[in-house]
């Protein structure tokens, strides 16, 4: 299926490892230009230089840390204008109300919440002055699941639902798509942390994790690419009618009850 994407460009979040990463190189593969955006460095170079031998488009690193103004505005003058805006980092720790306190929430919220919302202002407007473009949040099904046991990150990633329903049903009348994706377990090293937490918390013993993930559909986790796929699709002009709403991508799981 041709997807019409050579040639155009991409901005990822989180793109160092795990869905970020996997997204920069499904959107390469199809010839785009990507930026690469995260903080840590040398791997945002190695993947960076990777995509560019393997598939001859241009793809550039830029260190960021999007809880700091000053790298967010750094980021939005070096990468001006792209056609394709993929909001992935965060690292909203696992844990009850009593084990977040205000200074962890707020830290996490910085870059999962706030970071997506500042890109969309950044971003939205440009392409609203360009009469084109697409926001692609991956979030979290956890928005969706009210589980009291990672509260912040529930939270937050309902938060940034509603946010998202709410830009991208105004937002196709200036000709920019606005949508999201919500995985659900996903093979990568964040939810293993996580699962180590709630094996901690349920078992006494966070060594015990595999017993949690043998529960998932097909007895495991979702393939990064899994995610990266429907980004692409998403952000491709075979979707030119999708705005405002949410994807679950959780083998079922949220239709289990």
């Known amino acids: 299926m041709d997807l019409h994407l050579s040639g155009k460009s991409v901005l990822v979040t989180g793109a160092s490892k795990g869905i970020g990463a996997a997204t920069a190189a499904a959107f390469a593969e199809e010839g ?3 930026r690469l955006v995260a903080r840590n460095t040398e791997a945002l170079a190695d993947l960076a230089g990777r995509l560019s031998r393997a598939h001859d488009i241009e793809a550039t690193a830029h260190p960021t840390d999007l809880r700091r103004s000053a790298d967010v505005e750094r980021l939005a003058a070096e990468a001006p204008d792209v056609d394709i805006l993929v909001n992935n980092a965060g690292d909203i720790p696992g844990g009850p109300l009593e084990a977040i306190d205000e200074a962890t929430w707020r830290h996490a919220w910085d870059l999962k919440v706030f970071g997506y919302i500042n890109l969309c202002r950044i971003y939205l407007a440009r392409m609203q002055a360009r009469g084109s ?3 692609v949040n991956v979030i979290g099904s956890a928005g969706e699941r009210f589980d009291a046991a990672y509260i912040a990150g529930a ?3 309902a938060a940034l639902m509603t946010f998202t329903r709410a830009l991208g049903g105004r937002s196709l009348e200036s000709g920019v798509r606005v949508v999201a994706i919500n995985p659900g377990p996903v093979e990568t090293d964040r939810i293993v942390t996580l699962m180590k937490t709630r094996a901690a918390a349920q078992f006494g013993d966070e060594a015990r994790y595999p017993e949690l993930m043998a529960r998932y559909p097909l007895g495991r986790a979702a393939h990064p690419r899994e995610i ?8 491709s002009d075979r979707s030119a009618y999708t705005s405002g709403v949410v994807f679950t991508v959780d083998g079922g799981l949220g239709a289990r009850g």
């Open 32 to 34: 785009y230009h990507v």
């Open 133 to 135: 473009g697409v926001i």
């Open 228 to 235: 990266a796929d429907l980004a692409l699709f998403l952000a």
């Open 155 to 157: 939270a937050g990633n």
